[in-house]
């Protein structure tokens, strides 16, 4: 089996784009075959320098780096289209040389003209001879057009009076009418092929066996069928597969790349830096995602087990995957159910693991602690993040002193009368002999009844003094991370400023 991504550099890698290379890869992966990835850039007008290696970045960071594509070897090659412009020609010229295409000369102007009079026109059956190429020119005129080296192109001739059926294996069976179809471009002007003609021509010569891709090409795909038909390689036609669209979290209509910024999450793999700033954005390996959380949550979006299972490894996911069980209808984009596996995959995931990626976190606020302490932060703060940014957002403590007090609270809890005894057990806990949670809980309970308080006379104030804010890890384990010093520093600190909130 081999099966290729086929994405147009023409920008950053939508989200939906990052799912069709994931089910190829998955069905690839489960029959043991070769997932290749192909560069569709014959549009030089859409042409964005930098997407490819977007392209392969994002794929390496999901873990789904192709085997075979440019700049991964493979004997399919070259797998940019635009370095394999002569096999586009060749069988270009077969198709002309059999009678299934033919020349057109019709200027720009000319098509332009022909739809301002008729917005519905299309260039097929029905217009064909009323329009200049080379099923209504004499021959000479035409050799010599092209001789003089006239602006041309090259049409699919498509046969009249004929259903192209196709099984897709989401939809079943697909069907058109020939005169719904128009004479595509098989060839530009420029000497580039059309993505039609490209696409066929490689899925052919890549020995291509499936295709899976995005919704938008189904009906492209009767053109490539009548492609197939007419180079004569219809015995050799890939099954097809045509992926439902990815909806709005709102449900109403396709996510768009602007969906992002309108939401507030991202919906791109990686940030993308674009010419404007409409044109720029935020990634999901930015936004704080583990790829493994990313590829599950996208696996889901679109395919379903079958079982009641969420959780999925990559193993997992190529043994349990299958063509059968993708969705027929569009999928909401759940932004918050893409943060619940991204939870559950930080709750699991080995220390080592995170603490690769939360040191990057916390280095880009200028700390670089050791990797004891790193640990055991991150086992503290592991169960309250929901993002890799939320190691930082909701555990800066653990780096810096409180930037403010949760004034709130502290009206609330702060009894200034209560200072002096506060002071006093502050004092007693710089004292205690083995500075761990354990000892630091037995002393504090050994004051609260000595003093007749309560527990929640005493920790509020604290959490409090040491964090800021009420929430946080278990307090006691949180004050033996940061130390005797530093928690001594910042109660006495606190219940001074508490006195002037009060
Ligand atoms: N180049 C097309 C794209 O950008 C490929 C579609 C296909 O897989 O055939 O999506």
Known sequence: MRLRFAPSPTGALHIGGVRTALYNYLLAKKHGGAFILRIEDTDQGRFVPGAEDYIKEALEWFGLAPDEGPGYGGAHGPYRQSERKALYHKYTAQLVENGRAYYAFDTPEELAAQREENPAFKYDAGARMRMKNSLTLAEEEVGRRIKEGEAHVVRLKVPTGETVSFRDQVRGQVSFDSYELDDKVLLKADGMPTYHMANVVDDYLMEITHVIRGEEWLSSTAHHVL???ALGWEGQMPEFAHLPLILRPDGKGKLSKRDGARFGFPVFPLSWEGKTEEDSFTGMREFGFLPEAALNF??????????????FSREELVAAFSVERINKSGTRFDIDKAK???????????????????????AAHGYEPGDAFLKAFIELMRERAVTLDDFWENGYFFFEEPRAYDEKM???????????????????????NNYTAGSIKAQTEAFIDERGLKFGDVLPILR???????????IFEMMELLGREEVDRRLRKAFVQFNELK
């Open 298 to 311: 996208l696996a889901l979006l679109g395919w379903n087990p079958g079982t009641e299972q969420e959780i």
């Open 464 to 474: 409090l003094g040491v964090a800021g804010t009420m929430k946080g890890p278990a």
């Open 340 to 362: 619940w596996f991204n939870q559950q995959y930080i709750i699991k995931a080995d220390t080592d693991y995170l603490l690769e990626r939360v040191r990057p976190v916390i």
């Open 410 to 432: 502290v009206r609330k809890r702060w009894d200034p009368e209560r200072k002096g005894l506060f002071d006093e057990l502050a004092g007693q806990l710089h004292l205690v």
């Open 227 to 229: 492609l197939y038909q």
